[in-house]
Antibody, heavy 120, light 107 residues
Framework: EVQLLESGGGLVQPGGSLRLSCAAS????????MNWVRQAPGKGLQWVAG????????QYAVSVRGRFTISRDTSKSTLFLEMKSLRADDTAVYYC?????????????WGPGTLVTVSS | DIQMTQSPPSLSASVGDTVTITCRAS??????LAWYQQKPGKAPKSLIY???TLQSGVPSRFSGSGSGTDFTLTISSLQPEDSATYFC?????????FGGGTSVELK
């Protein structure tokens, strides 16, 4: 069974940093592109960042470019999102997603999400 | 950027009704469109990709159609468990934008 489990969320002050992790299991991690998608409270879905199978091909939403870094550790089947210079509008549930095999941006599996709250 | 516009924002229907949600892209995206279902407090669930291909395990009452800029999600014979918010998403070009969502409520 495919499982994605995010961790690392929490309360952080504006300007602070957090590192999210997503532990993947039940599939061959290095055969799938992976992405982060977020959802602010009561709002819609926003794609944040993505990485291709080999860890390259990094893509970012304009709103996070230069502040967030996506990476993956194939040996640990784990996806990361390093977040710096956090702002109030980064407050959201962050979902780890797996792309459909052979695709980069169509998501067939989602983790339950981890909440990031940016507030003083 | 490709903007995705869904309509209506919300709808109310009865069990057994047929429901149609539309999604329009600001430029042609071929068939590279996905639909997701999200229930309150839960992660989204993939329903359809490539505009009309059902994900494994998704009931056949869900169907998708369209290509280019105009797409539809149809739920035939609406069931109580279909009460949720539905999102479309294009994956032709980055950024991978989603539609604003359509909330489906049971009468």
């Amino acid at each position: 069974e495919v499982q994605l489990l995010e961790s690392g969320g929490g309360l952080v002050q504006p300007g602070g940093s957090l590192r999210l992790s997503c532990a993947a299991s039940g599939f061959t991690f290095n055969a799938y592109a992976m992405n982060w998608v977020r959802q602010a409270p009561g709002k819609g879905l926003q794609w944040v960042a993505g990485t291709t199978i080999d860890g390259g091909g990094l893509q970012y939403a304009v709103s996070v470019r230069g502040r967030f870094t996506i990476s993956r550790d194939t040996s640990k089947s784990t996806l990361f999102l390093e977040m710096k210079s956090l702002r109030a509008d980064d407050t959201a549930v962050y979902y780890c997603t797996r792309a459909l095999v052979g695709y980069n941006g169509c998501f067939d599996s989602w983790g339950p999400g981890t909440l990031v709250t940016v507030s003083s | 950027d490709i903007q995705m516009t869904q309509s209506p924002p919300s709808l109310s229907a009865s069990v057994g009704d047929t429901v149609t949600i539309t999604c329009r892209a600001s430029q042609a995206i071929n068939i590279y469109l996905a639909w997701y279902q999200q229930k309150p407090g839960k992660a989204p669930k993939s329903l359809i990709y490539d505009a009309s291909t059902l994900q494994s395990g998704v009931p056949s009452r869900f169907s998708g159609s369209g290509s280019g800029t105009d797409f539809t999600l149809t739920i035939s014979s609406l069931q109580p468990e279909d009460s949720a918010t539905y999102f479309c998403q294009q994956y032709t070009l980055h950024p991978l934008n989603f539609g604003g969502g359509t909330s489906v409520e049971l009468k």
